[in-house]
């Protein structure tokens, strides 16, 4: 009886496992999904050369569109600037907000649409 109880237990894990990876989305179709997805970030933030870049608390790094308004875009250009090639970041500015996914391809960028809170670094 418990040998039975065991196999039929197996059959369902198998029958569950094969009927999840049957309606597994398309690498394509999570992309689409995740394109735009709302989110909250903490990390660090710089300009230079007409760009914006974000650096996650994880230390990845990502190309940031400014869409929070003028004058915090502004605040962000005149104190979080970095001209060096090498980058400290714990000089950079500290940023926490929300925005959103962009993802173009292989480009994955912040949209930066609300900034909670924007400290300048030891520059």
Same mark, same amino acid.
């Given at each position: 009886?418990?040998? %039975?109880?065991?196999?039929?237990?197996?059959?369902?894990?198998? #029958?569950?496992?094969?009927?999840?990876?049957?309606?597994?989305?398309?690498?394509?179709? #999570?992309?689409?999904?995740?394109?735009? %997805?709302?989110?909250?970030?903490?990390? %660090?933030? $710089? $300009?230079?050369?007409?760009?914006?870049?974000? $650096?996650?608390?994880?230390?990845?790094?990502?190309?940031?569109?400014?869409?929070?308004?003028?004058?915090?875009?502004?605040?962000?250009?005149?104190?979080?600037?970095?001209?060096?090639?090498?980058?400290?970041?714990?000089?950079?500015?500290?940023?926490?907000?929300? =925005?959103?996914?962009?993802?173009? =391809?292989?480009?994955?960028?912040?949209?930066?649409?609300?900034?909670?809170?924007?400290?300048?670094?030891?520059?």
């Amino acid at each position: 009886m418990r040998n %039975k109880m065991v196999v039929f237990a197996a059959l369902c894990g198998a #029958y569950l496992a094969s009927a999840g990876s049957a309606h597994a989305e398309t690498f394509e179709e #999570y992309l689409t999904s995740m394109d735009r %997805k709302p989110v909250t970030f903490s990390g %660090k933030i $710089y $300009y230079n050369d007409s760009n914006f870049r974000f $650096y996650s608390n994880a230390g990845e790094f990502f190309t940031a569109t400014m869409d929070a308004g003028r004058e915090i875009r502004e605040r962000i250009e005149d104190e979080c600037q970095e001209g060096s090639f090498m980058i400290d970041t714990d000089e950079l500015c500290s940023i926490t907000g929300s =925005g959103s996914v962009e993802i173009r =391809g292989s480009d994955i960028r912040l949209s930066i649409e609300a900034v909670e809170d924007l400290e300048t670094g030891n520059q």
